[in-house]
């Protein structure tokens, strides 16, 4: 199959939206399918990826991640080049990510008569307000509600990353599209606890001025408000006032810089350390100098791909308890009252003081992450997904193979 797909953001970047992108697309080729990826002008190109972008808009060339008000010209880019691609290439499928993706593929595909299936990744108007850029019981919000049920009811099919979504959604939708879970997956291959030698772990952690013998909790991912980074440095003024030693490597951005005079006017620097940006591919050699990772996000619609990232390091995590990070973790978890800081502390030093417990936590994990989350496996729903869209309607005109095969772009 021909499958294009719809990234309303500036792909690729370093986290959990973009990397499930990247993994769904490597997944489907390595089953032989043929992936576009059409993008924002900005963002990093990926070897074995077709990408696809925008023009530059000439006015904001320059642009950090999150919700925008740029991101509106930037989606009517998006849709021109849409339009483009359509008008020379033949798709059979359209995989559209996030709601801008879906309500742009939804309307303007339909003169092609494309299936289009909507990558559903959280709430649209529960990010914006946790990315603060509408205020509740606004009218900026009502609209956003309105978009946003609009944006769920015009695809053919919808993915969602937990299982909680789709449950949520099955339940506003009815009957009226098919609705199914596709949970983040992981490369365990990729991301293993062996994955650096010890004396490779000593020396990178000597690098970012962390001892051999010091704790370590580990965090990558986007440093967001809704990502509780807030109560990470709550949970470290906790531990560190109970005369703990700890060190705690927060890994991601945008604003690592203020983030890191946030921790410091809370007196806990040098204890976190922040790394900016960690390239995805660097990502597990990082994870590896940690004896455990920790999970605050606050968000309760938004899925948490990055712990299956720690599942497959073996590292036992302590997390708020949140739909998505309990139908990763399971029994397998440490949890805390979302916004609680000091529990979750509490749950840190409990793993610190049980060595032996974080080492079987870890074993079981990995196991969970390699026995049920692999990409492949998510390939397997995707294309059986297309291929009952395509054979149970008549959206699609058969094709000859030399149609299939052109590219124009």
């Keep these: 199959m021909r499958i294009l797909s719809l990234a309303p953001t500036s792909f690729f970047g370093d986290y959990g939206c973009h990397v499930r992108i990247l993994e769904e697309a490597r997944a489907l080729q390595a089953l032989g399918h043929s992936v576009t990826v059409l993008t924002y002008y900005k963002g990093n190109d990926v070897p074995g990826i077709r990408i696809v972008r925008t023009a530059p808009a000439p006015w904001h060339r320059d642009y950090e991640v999150g919700s925008s008000r740029h991101k509106f010209a930037f989606d009517v880019l998006l849709s021109i080049r849409l339009l483009r691609v359509l008008s020379r290439n033949r798709f059979d499928v359209i995989h559209a990510h996030l709601h801008e993706g879906a309500l742009i593929a939804g309307v303007l595909a339909q003169p ?45 099919a919808v993915l969602t990353s937990t299982r909680h979504a789709a449950d949520a959604l099955r339940a506003r939708l009815g009957d009226r599209i098919p609705v199914q879970a596709l949970p983040d997956g992981v490369n365990p291959h990729v991301f293993r606890p062996d994955v650096i030698s010890a004396e490779e772990r000593a020396l990178l952690r000597a690098r970012w001025g962390i001892a051999p013998d010091e704790p370590v909790v580990v965090f990558l991912g986007l ?187």
């Design 112 to 156: 092609w008569h494309i299936p289009v299936v909507f990558d559903y990744q959280g709430s649209l108007t529960d990010e914006l307000l946790q990315h603060r850029f509408i205020k509740a019981n606004s009218t900026a919000h009502a609209i956003f509600q309105r978009v946003e049920r609009i944006a769920d009811r015009i695809p053919h």
């Design 223 to 409: 440093l967001a408000q809704h990502q509780g980074i807030r109560n990470l440095i709550e949970a470290a003024v906790h531990l560190k006032a109970e005369g703990r030693r700890v060190r705690w490597l927060v890994m991601g951005y945008p604003g690592a810089d203020a983030w890191q005079q946030a921790a410091a006017e809370a007196g806990v620097l040098p204890e976190v350390v922040f790394t900016s940006r960690v390239p995805y591919v660097e990502a597990p050699r990082m994870l590896a100098l940690g004896d455990l990772a920790i999970a605050p996000k606050l968000s309760l619609t938004e899925g948490s791909g990055k712990i299956l990232n720690y599942m497959a390091m073996a590292l036992p995590t302590v997390a708020f308890d949140t739909p998505a990070q309990r139908e990763y973790l399971g029994a397998l978890g440490v949890y805390a009252p979302i916004g609680d800081s000091e529990a979750l502390a509490c749950g840190v030093a409990n793993l610190l003081d049980h060595p032996r417990r974080r080492r079987v936590l870890g074993e079981q994990l990995r196991r969970i992450a390699v026995q049920q989350f692999g990409w492949d496996r998510a390939a397997l729903v995707m294309t059986s997904l297309y291929q009952r869209l395509l054979a149970g309607s008549k959206l699609h005109p058969a094709r000859s193979r030399q149609h299939q095969d052109e590219t124009i772009l």
